[in-house]
């Protein structure tokens, strides 16, 4: 099991911009696939997008495909996701998860290890 700690998150204004981090430990962070996800009040949640744990290779939900951005440091054991020109309705708790050796995990259900969130929030 790896624990991870998110941070980052905040309120900003439309059109603004956003780093949220998650930090991992207690695992192999490199044989980790790692998504982030949010939800909204009264919503299911969301896939936002993940990176592989193989090559880095990134997906992204449609919704925020080109805006947001995932990259991760293995050395630094974190994964991050740059959110640019955010909109309201991206306002949610932002969750990284991860998936020991996983594929392409759209699917929430599909992760066992989860942060705590944090909350983002973009006034208009």
């Known amino acids: 099991q790896v624990h991870l700690v998110e941070s980052g998150g905040g309120l900003v204004q439309a059109g603004g911009s956003l780093r949220l981090s998650c930090a991992a430990s207690?695992?192999?962070?490199?044989?980790?696939?790692m998504g982030w996800f949010r939800q909204a009040p009264g919503k299911e949640r969301d896939f936002v997008g993940l990176?592989?744990?193989?090559?880095?290779?990134?997906y992204y939900a449609d919704s925020v495909k080109g805006r947001f951005t995932i990259s991760r440091d293995n050395a630094k054991n974190t994964v991050y996701l740059q959110m640019n020109s955010l909109k309201p309705e991206d306002t949610a708790v932002y969750y990284c998860?991860?998936?020991?050796?996983?594929?392409?995990?759209?699917?929430?259900?599909?992760?066992?290890?989860w942060g705590q969130g944090t909350q983002v929030t973009v006034s208009s």
């Open positions: 998860a991860a998936k020991l050796y996983g594929a392409v995990e759209r699917n929430f259900r599909d992760y066992n290890n």
């Open positions: 207690g695992g192999t962070f490199s044989s980790y696939t």
């Open positions: 990176i592989s744990w193989s090559v880095g290779s990134t």
